[in-house]
């Protein structure tokens, strides 16, 4: 029987964006600590590990995020592991976060300019006292406005994780479209939310760059 | 005791030599002035008495520590050493205030009292109390340069580096840093400053070293040297105004 778009699933789909919203907290948690502890690899003095983290990065942003969830569902389930199709979603998408995040902060730390490195060294602050005090406070602010860019990609690219059954925002249109077969209301309505969550980050990361070219501390 | 002694130091990046067997000391209280053609070594000098540059052979001892092609005890000797540089490098993400009680507060372990008692004090002493609390953005460039000689002296180093400080600054600028220096000069402090302000050089620095090719090519009381150059080197470089 066919079914009609109404008021019960509109509600249907606005309560599976709480999964895509799940996900992108998941993956920015979990890749964010990846992403960090990356980054920091890869502006080590440790060259193996540099190489390593380098390495690493190919990998993840030379693959499409596709074949890290199948990897990590599939894969691992070949592997013996076999892993709800949420936890693999999370892992897959923390990855590609942690990818992306931890180049984006490389970027920041190196770009904090030399001299800061000199000056606090000069004072005899530690290395570890160099990064807490000086140069990743600089480089948050030069990083803030391309993360928060990048959680719009992040929040877009959850959708891919329906592929292997997680129901979440695109999955659950595709569900209801099947039982409708009013694919233009469905994903109007899909599309509507997914910008409505994306749209307040946009302007958030356009504020924030502004702001920073306002360049004042504070 | 010398309080900086430097025995045949040789430096190199790659296959340039830079400094090809330095040798100097320097006594307590003393001024010194190292004046040089651009590339002779002078910065690269500085930077090695506080181990920012590592050196591939020879020994400096400064205030008591020992810095050989080892680079072991780095952060006591800089805990002693202070060094300015021409580009004023304040902490942009810090106000003023925090930019100088960092060090003392991290490095010396010190409250953040003590630490803001020496950041008043330190800006006292270079004329900017008033800018405890400003954005380094928000000073000019001889005022950046002043808070930066304050940053160091928060340390309470027994040795001052200064690697032209002046440089950088517009002319009508430098007059105030140079009189900050001048007033650190007659405190007693220990200070090597390299410099092309030579009348200053002159006027403050007992003495003066003047580096040719990365060696000490001829040093002597300032105004001995300034007035009666005896080698060839130096009278040219004198005469052919400052670079
Ligand atoms: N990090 C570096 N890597 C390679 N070469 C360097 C480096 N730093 C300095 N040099 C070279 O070492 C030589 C001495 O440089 P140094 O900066 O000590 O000269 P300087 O006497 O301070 O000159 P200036 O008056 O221009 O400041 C120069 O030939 C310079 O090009
Ligand atoms: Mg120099």
């Known amino acids: 029987m066919i079914r009609q778009f109404g008021i019960d699933e509109f509600i249907f789909i606005l309560l599976s964006a709480r999964w895509t919203l799940v996900l992108t907290l998941i ?7 990846f992403g960090f502890v990356i980054a920091l690899t890869r502006v080590s003095r440790f060259a193996p590990l540099r190489l390593l983290a380098g390495a690493w990065i190919g990998l993840v942003q030379g693959v499409p995020v ?14 013996g592991l076999d892993l709800p199709p949420m936890i693999a979603a999370g892992i897959s998408l923390s990855l590609y976060a942690g990818g992306f995040l931890g180049e984006i902060w ?56 329906s592929i292997i059954g997680v129901v979440e925002l695109a999955r659950a249109g595709n569900l209801i479209n099947n039982a409708t077969f009013q694919p233009f209301k469905v994903f109007a309505v899909v599309a509507l939310i997914y910008f409505c969550i994306c749209w307040p980050i946009s302007l958030l990361a356009r504020r924030l760059e502004r702001g920073m070219h306002a360049g004042r501390p504070g | 005791m010398p309080v900086v002694q430097v025995d045949q130091v040789h430096k190199r990046y790659g296959p340039l030599e830079v400094l090809k067997g330095v040798s100097m000391a320097v006594e307590r209280g003393e ?3 190292i004046i040089g053609r651009s590339g002779s070594g002078k910065s690269t000098l500085l930077r090695c008495l506080n181990g920012l540059e590592p050196i591939q052979s020879g020994r400096i001892e400064v205030a008591g520590h020992v810095l ?15 060094i300015v540089f021409q580009s004023y490098n304040l902490f942009p993400h810090l106000r003023v205030a925090e930019n100088i009680m960092l060090a003392p507060r991290v490095a010396l372990g ?3 009292r003590d630490a803001r008692a020496r950041a008043e004090a330190t800006l006292a002493q270079v004329g900017l109390a008033e800018k405890i609390e400003a954005w380094p953005d928000n000073l000019s460039g001889g005022q950046q340069q002043r808070v930066a000689i304050a940053r160091s002296l928060a340390m309470q180093p027994k040795v001052m580096l200064f690697d032209e400080v002046t440089s950088a600054l517009d002319p009508e600028l430098t007059g105030e840093v140079l009189a900050t220096l001048e007033a650190l000069a007659r405190d007693g402090m220990t200070m090597l400053l390299v410099t092309h302000e ?37 009278r040219q470089f004198l005469a052919g105004g400052l670079k």
């Open chain 2, 110 to 112: 010190l409250s953040k």
């Open chain 1, 66 to 79: 596709l074949m890290l969830l199948f990897l990590s569902y599939f894969g691992l389930a070949l592997a």
């Open chain 2, 198 to 234: 030579m009348a200053f050089a002159r006027r403050v620095a007992h003495r003066t070293i003047f580096m040719h090719q990365g060696l000490l090519h001829e040093e002597g009381p300032s105004e001995a040297l300034f007035g009666a150059p005896r080698t060839l080197e130096l």
């Open chain 2, 31 to 33: 001024v010194v002035a």
């Open chain 2, 68 to 82: 050989d092609a080892s680079g072991r005890g780095l952060r006591a000797l800089r805990k002693d050493v202070g």
């Open chain 1, 27 to 33: 993956a920015l948690s979990l890749g964010g600590v």
């Open chain 1, 106 to 161: 490389r970027g920041a730390i190196q770009s904090v300019p030399h001299p800061q490195w000199e000056a606090s060294a000069a004072l005899a602050l530690t290395r570890a006292q160099q990064y807490r005090y000086v140069i990743l406070p600089q480089a948050v602010r030069i990083a803030t406005p391309p993360t928060v860019g990048f959680v719009v990609q992040l929040v877009k690219n959850t959708a891919i994780v």
